[in-house]
């Protein structure tokens, strides 16, 4: 072999074996990270897990496992699918138990079989409540209750009656209307979220008031600007409009024992916007008028033993005024005449008149006014402001600001004990409740019936009231007659 | 030959300059992130807007993201709603809101559209005491070799606790300033009919209170990785002498905050790019990753950084006497009330003798 020969196959062995250098290959990993807890309450748990490798994985699924013990029999398995890029991902599952302990690991599906991430332990939190808002309201009132780690299956009671639950926000805000109420107005919230109770603090009171409709007026007759007033058991209406279109003579009575309506015999004439209190009732007009100021009556009556007693006539018009008794004393205020502040006042035992200072604004027969003690308030109805008088001193003070409608007055206004209810003024069905001793204002049940009505008389009687109701004019149909009962649920 | 030079000159002056025009892709409208929640009292906001496409300003409008629920909960579960001001996309917590050292708390957010997004929970840190502040005035050299930057650096002294990696954030709070004017210098308007530019000296006033309005919020951040437990006394702060905030005397506010090992990390990418001066050596801008979250598409790009911190604050009145480098006064030829915003009332707990 010549010495070329050896050269050229030296040359190519040399060649051969630089071109046909092994290529190692190059194994890539694929690393798992559990990374953290990002989010855990009673029942959630939001985990984030990371795939940290150089080049895409071929993931059947991925996601992470949970469970009670550290060898993960039976776990809750978060999948979260096909993978291909690396990155973050993040698992949630809200199917814990509260304060539980737990533990979870991420998993990745791989063509060469399963692959799981590091063990972190974590313990469910317990859930609480702190309050509620509003701690009051009628049945169907949308409640508040703030706490923490509620879970999506958490129920709220009032009393021993569920709640009905329209959302949970953020796990720590419930939204729930009050149920149907039992028999007491205070009761306790109780959430219960799984099988852990939490009794708030607060009791809910529910708002009371509750109305019977008793039997319609027999007649149809429909009393407007009337008078009214009681005598023990027997509730006497009358006089004032019949459906406010003519001028009515008679005065109906209602009688609690027998529960029906029969008219009484009235001695005297008709009077439209006459005043009545307490057992007196005069004044007004013969006549319907625009201003309420053509043939104004001066007759002024009494109702005692079962009949009607005319007193001596009044010496100034009253016509649409307003009127209370206090301290054995008739007041008669306001109306058609003058600019509706003059005040007079009856002594009842002397059966004496006596013009006294005006009162400090205008007010007419339908001003909302109620008693209390030796006092009694009247609600300029403009302002809403509420005024007292004493009855001792005849001085005027300012109580305070009436929260409810006014409208074009009407309401009516009951002192029974501490509270007065007021409400149901001209086509308002509102009833509030004022704590005297406190001056707080609180709402209680609608009025259930028909708002285009007005009042046309007031009657208590063993702490219920009852109110006779007159509907407008274009209402058709008798009168209804109403039994409220305040503290009612 | 001639008639040869000119058709080549001819060319020359008829060739076109075509304008080029760069391209810019339409940028994402990103979700930003904005805020903290500290351990000093509320109320803490929160800012909610989307990102635009990168160019004048007109190309697009940074948009408040409203009517969004937010919340902070934390790591006990407890959760405060945020609600929203009256500038949109601002969310507050309730005033009685704040964090508590040793719980990490999470901002939730649900977008009007539905979308989901949390943040990584932030851990609130013990914070170590400022001990005391001290300042000196430095002068800056610039490009401008006619006119260096003059001011303030405030330096903060602490003591690093051994026991715990800190991580720590500086910022200022609002300034405020005795703002010297010279109402004896006034002048009569140049259209004035009788009198044009004619001295009018006025009797008041020479001296009222300034808080600053708006300033860019410079920050400082620091890691202990290499001062663990010692004593340190650390630039945090650099006030500019705009030749008014130092001619009689400025009140500095410095909150020392200790924030998470992310925030830390995000704040000091976020310096390095505010800090980019246009150099070849600079880093190339990029977003700098956040700890929010979208739960509907982890993907997703979310931009900006909810910080849980505690604080701790610390005033400093820098006098002018003490200044051994000051930018030439500006002059104000007035009263000083003139100046908006400008109060003969100090702002509240002025009080530099203590």
């Known amino acids: 072999m010549d010495k070329s020969k050896i050269g050229i196959i030296s040359l190519l062995v040399v060649i051969i074996g630089f071109f046909s250098s092994c290529e190692e290959e190059t194994s890539v990993t694929t690393s798992l990270i559990t990374e953290e807890v990002i989010y855990l309450s009673g029942e959630r748990a939001r985990i984030l897990g990371r795939i940290i490798t150089t080049q895409n994985v071929e993931a059947s699924d991925h996601g992470f496992y949970i469970s009670e013990n550290e060898a993960f029999s039976q776990p809750i398995i978060v999948s979260l699918g096909e993978r291909v890029a690396p990155g973050r991902f993040i698992g949630e599952t809200s199917g814990l138990n509260i304060q539980k302990r737990y533990y979870v690991k991420s998993f990745i599906s791989l063509p060469d079989g399963i692959q799981f991430g590091n063990i972190l332990e974590i313990t469910t939190l317990s859930p609480d409540a702190f309050g509620f808002s509003p701690q009051n309201g009628p049945v169907g009132t949308t409640i508040t209750i703030l706490g923490k780690n509620f879970t999506s299956d958490t129920k709220v009671f009032v009393g021993d009656r569920q709640a009905q639950v329209l959302k949970i926000d953020f796990e720590s805000s419930i939204t729930a209307i009050v149920p149907a109420s039992g028999t007491v107005a205070l009761e306790e919230v109780k959430v219960v979220v799984q099988n852990q109770e939490i009794l708030l603090d607060d009791k809910f009171e529910y708002t009371t008031g509750k109305f019977t409709q008793l039997s319609n007026f027999p007649t149809g007759l429909k009393l407007f600007d009337n008078i009214y007033f009681q005598s023990g058991e027997e509730f006497f209406a009358g006089l004032g409009a019949n459906n406010g279109q003519s001028v009515n003579s008679q005065i109906w009575k209602y009688s609690l024992a027998t529960k029906n309506w029969t008219q009484v015999v009235f001695p ?35 109702f005692e033993n079962n009949g009607f007693v005319k007193l001596p006539d009044l010496t100034f018009p009253a016509t649409d005024a307003v009127s209370f008794e206090l301290n054995g004393k008739l007041f008669v205020m306001g109306g058609a005449s003058g600019s509706g502040t003059d005040a007079f006042r009856y002594t009842i035992a002397t059966g004496q008149w006596q013009k006294i200072g005006n009162i400090p604004f205008a007010v007419n027969r339908t001003v909302l006014n109620f008693q209390h003690g030796n006092k009694q308030y009247l609600v300029n109805p403009v302002s809403k402001e509420i005024y007292s008088i004493d009855g001792s001193t005849e001085t005027w003070s300012f109580f305070g600001i009436y929260p409810g409608d006014i409208n074009s007055g009407s309401a009516f206004g009951v002192t029974l004990g501490d509270r007065v209810i007021t409400g149901m003024a001209n086509r ?18 609608s009025f259930p019936g028909n708002p285009i009505a007005r009042n046309a008389a007031t009657f ?18 008798p009168m209804e007659f109403w039994v409220l009962d305040p503290f009612g649920l | 030959m001639l008639k040869r030079l000119v058709y080549i000159l001819f060319l ?4 076109c300059i075509e304008p080029y025009k760069v391209e810019l892709p339409e940028g994402e409208q990103l979700l930003t992130v904005d805020g903290f929640v500290t351990t000093e009292p509320g109320p803490h906001s929160i800012r909610l807007t989307r990102s635009d496409t990168y160019g004048s300003v007109f190309e697009g409008l940074i948009r408040p993201v409203s009517q969004a629920s937010v919340a902070v909960r934390d790591s006990e579960g407890n959760v405060v709603f945020l609600a929203e001001t009256e500038e949109r996309g601002v969310y507050e917590t309730p005033a009685d809101f704040r964090a508590r050292v040793g719980i990490s708390y999470s901002l939730l957010i649900e977008l009007q559209n539905g979308k989901s997004y949390t943040s990584l929970p932030e851990m609130v840190n013990s914070v170590p005491e400022i001990e005391s502040l001290s300042y000196r005035a430095i002068e800056i050299q610039t490009s401008n070799r006619l006119q260096n930057r003059v001011g303030v650096q405030i330096f903060t002294q602490f003591r690093d ?12 709070g609002r300034g405020s300033y005795v703002l010297v004017a010279n109402p004896e210098l006034f002048t009569l308007p140049p259209d004035h009919p009788t009198n044009p530019r004619g001295p009018a000296p006025k009797d008041c006033c020479a001296t ?21 437990g010692l004593s340190q006394n650390l630039p945090v702060a650099f006030i500019e002498d705009d ?30 790019q505010i800090n980019l001066t246009g150099s070849v050596f600079d880093q190339p801008p990029a977003n700098i990753r956040g700890n929010i979250i979208s739960l509907d598409n982890p993907d997703e790009t979310v931009l900006g950084f909810f910080i849980a911190a505690s604080v701790s604050k610390k005033e ?39």
Request: aromatic share 12%; with cysteine.
């Open chain 2, 243 to 272: 030749g008014l905030r130092f001619k009689s005397m400025y009140r500095a506010e410095i909150q020392q905050m200790s924030v998470s090992r992310e925030a830390h990390r995000f704040l000091r990418l976020i310096d390095q």
């Open chain 2, 208 to 228: 009222c209170y300034l808080q600053e309005q708006s300033r860019l919020q410079t920050f400082s951040v620091a890691s202990d990785q290499d001062f663990n």
């Open chain 1, 460 to 477: 208590v009687h063993d702490n219920l009231i009852y109110i006779l109701r007159s509907g407008e004019v274009q209402v058709p149909g």
């Open chain 1, 428 to 445: 308002s069905q509102e009833i509030w409740e004022l704590n005297i001793s406190t001056g707080i204002w609180v709402r209680k049940n």
């Open chain 2, 316 to 354: 400093v009145y820098i006098q002018r006497n003490n200044l051994e480098v000051r930018q030439t006064p500006k002059i104000i030829p007035d009263d000083c009330l003139t100046v908006r915003g400008a109060t003969l009332d100090p702002p509240a707990g002025w009080n530099p003798d203590n």
């Open chain 2, 12 to 15: 020359i002056t008829v060739s």
């Open chain 1, 268 to 302: 005297g004439t008709g009077l439209w916007k006459a005043f009545s209190a307490g057992s007196f009732f005069g004044g007004g007009a013969r006549v319907i008028s625009q201003n309420g100021q053509s043939s104004p009556s001066s007759d002024f009556w009494k």
């Open chain 2, 161 to 172: 606790p051994s026991d715990q990696t800190n991580f720590y954030y500086w910022r200022q």
